[in-house]
């Protein structure tokens, strides 16, 4: 059954934003959203987290759990996802600590 994804893509390499688009909305620039099974939802994470490079990426998807959603990043970031108890939180790295990580 197809749900609604969203995935922010920032300072990806132009062809993962093309992509992107084919199957997306480009509602903001690098902000993009739409309605996808949840096999082509895997390609295309597959996809952006093979071509982040120096970038970062965020998916947002609807699961089954308490917060009802889920997430995955690839790429430099300060922030990163946290599992604690079963709730996912946002753990911040100090200035200049940026860490790349795939989750």
């Known amino acids: 059954m197809p749900s609604m994804i969203t995935i922010a893509a920032t300072a990806v390499p132009e062809h993962l934003r093309g992509a992107l688009s084919r199957w997306l909305l480009e509602v903001t620039p690098e902000l993009y959203v739409g309605t996808v099974s949840a096999r082509v939802r895997d390609e295309l994470w597959t996809a952006v987290a093979a071509c982040t490079g120096d970038g970062m990426s965020v998916l947002i998807y609807p699961t089954n759990n308490e917060q009802g959603f889920d997430i995955r990043t690839a790429g430099t970031r300060r922030r990163r996802p946290v599992d604690f108890d079963g709730m996912t939180l946002i ?13």
């Open 91 to 103: 753990a911040m790295r100090p200035e200049g600590k940026e860490t790349a990580m795939r989750s």
